[in-house]
């Protein structure tokens, strides 16, 4: 674990002496892999001149999971799965700066989501040892243990106020509870409570004003049916809108401008090889689904006209995307995946 302190403050330091000081509002990102993987920051996804890259070396025991940036500022989550664990760490994509979000680096810690702000970040930490829900600063590290249950297995931040809201379970069979409260986890009330299915997969539409999240069945079977449901965030006016795929854990995205819903369906919902890339219209409740079988789930651009995605080919990543507005599905990019955007101003 140690080894990849190293090898990412390698990677930063090589990042940053190819990013130009004066940055866009928002860069384009996405990994390549292959012979030499690496973070690749573009100006546009057209662009085929990279704006700054480096190599990304995957530290001993481990693997690379996500990079999750945040949804301001120059920070994103750098999320590993390794041999003891998950293990989150910070890049800055502004200095040579990695931070481990433990005094021990060894600890296990799974990313959550991030503050609106991006300076801090919300993980499960010791999840095999004492799990515990906390909140940590990305810059001073300071960790505060939240008074969540340990049972919590999703967590999703409100734009609009800062909010939580988290899912918790206490074992197959024991069904599923959404509970909200302040960024800090007080005052904590219960906003729906199921005790047949299992809630997850939350998301708070950009406005914070509704929440869209999957719900599956109870029990162990391994790539489960289900079903997209949308309410308002107090938890009222809760609908069903179209069943889903649940056993692959992609989370449905809102569009940036809270019209649209990208998720993964299925075309038969028993079948669960027959997944999908779909689109709801909240407007009129019109489905399309692409004949599109993500590896992850769907990012939108900024300005709603795209979605991109990763796809698999002869055993390697590819990454595309979908033009809205006339259909059009392109490849961008071979053994490339995770794209997003930093929203650096």
């Known amino acids: 674990m140690r080894h990849s302190l190293l090898t990412i403050n390698y990677l930063l330091i090589l990042l940053a002496s190819c990013v130009p000081t004066s940055s866009p509002a928002a860069l384009f990102f996405y990994i390549r892999q292959g012979a030499a993987p690496a973070l690749v920051l573009l100006q546009s996804p057209d662009s085929r001149q990279p704006f700054g890259q480096a190599p990304l070396t995957s530290p001993p025991g481990c693997s690379f999971w996500s990079l999750?940036?945040?949804?301001?500022?120059?920070?994103?989550?750098?999320?590993?799965?390794?041999?003891?664990?998950?293990?989150?760490?910070?890049?800055?994509?502004?200095?040579?700066?990695?931070?481990?979000?433990?005094?021990?680096?060894?600890?296990?810690?799974?990313?959550?989501?991030?503050?609106?702000?991006?300076?801090?970040?919300?993980?499960?930490?010791?999840?095999?040892?004492?799990?515990?829900?906390?909140?940590?600063?990305?810059?001073?590290?300071?960790?505060?243990?939240?008074?969540?249950?340990?049972?919590?297995?999703?967590?999703?931040?409100?734009?609009?106020?800062?909010?939580?809201?988290?899912?918790?379970?206490?074992?197959?069979?024991?069904?599923?509870?959404?509970?909200?409260?302040?960024?800090?986890?007080?005052?904590?009330?219960?906003?729906?409570?199921?005790?047949?299915?299992?809630?997850?997969?939350?998301?708070?539409?950009?406005?914070?004003k509704h929440i869209a999240a999957i719900r599956l069945p109870d029990d162990s079977s391994s790539l489960p049916p289900g079903e997209l449901w949308v309410a308002d965030s107090d938890g009222k006016n809760v609908h069903l809108t179209a069943s889903a795929d649940a056993g692959r854990g992609m989370f449905p995205v809102w569009s940036p401008d809270g019209e649209k819903i990208a998720y993964i369906g299925r075309t038969s919902p028993n079948d669960p090889s027959s997944i999908n890339l779909s689109i709801l219209t909240l407007s009129d409740f019109q489905l399309s689904t692409l004949d599109i079988q993500p590896l992850s789930s769907p990012v939108w651009s900024p300005d709603n006209s795209r979605l991109y995605f990763t796809l698999a080919s002869?055993?390697?990543?590819?990454?595309?995307?979908?033009?809205?507005?006339?259909?059009?599905?392109?490849?961008?990019?071979?053994?490339?995946?995770?794209?997003?955007?930093?929203?650096?101003?």
């Not at 931070?99 to 989501?113: C, M, V």
């Not at 979908?322 to 490849?331: C, F, L």
């Open 68 to 208: 999750t940036p945040a949804p301001l500022g120059p920070l994103a989550a750098l999320e590993w799965q390794c041999d003891t664990g998950s293990l989150t760490q910070v890049v800055n994509i502004d200095s040579p700066k990695i931070s481990f979000l433990s005094d021990d680096p060894s600890l296990d810690s799974h990313f959550l989501a991030w503050s609106p702000d991006g300076k801090s970040l919300y993980l499960k930490v010791g999840a095999f040892s004492n799990p515990q829900i906390v909140r940590v600063e990305a810059e001073s590290r300071r960790m505060v243990v939240l008074s969540l249950s340990p049972n919590t297995y999703n967590l999703t931040v409100s734009p609009a106020d800062g909010s939580l809201l988290w899912a918790l379970t206490g074992g197959i069979g024991s069904g599923s509870q959404l509970w909200v409260s302040d960024a800090d986890g007080a005052t904590p009330r219960m906003l729906l409570s199921d005790s047949a299915t299992i809630l997850g997969l939350m998301r708070y539409s950009p406005d914070g």
């Open 314 to 345: 002869d055993g390697k990543m590819e990454l595309w995307f979908y033009e809205i507005s006339t259909g059009k599905t392109q490849k961008l990019f071979d053994d490339a995946c995770c794209a997003g955007w930093m929203k650096n101003k």
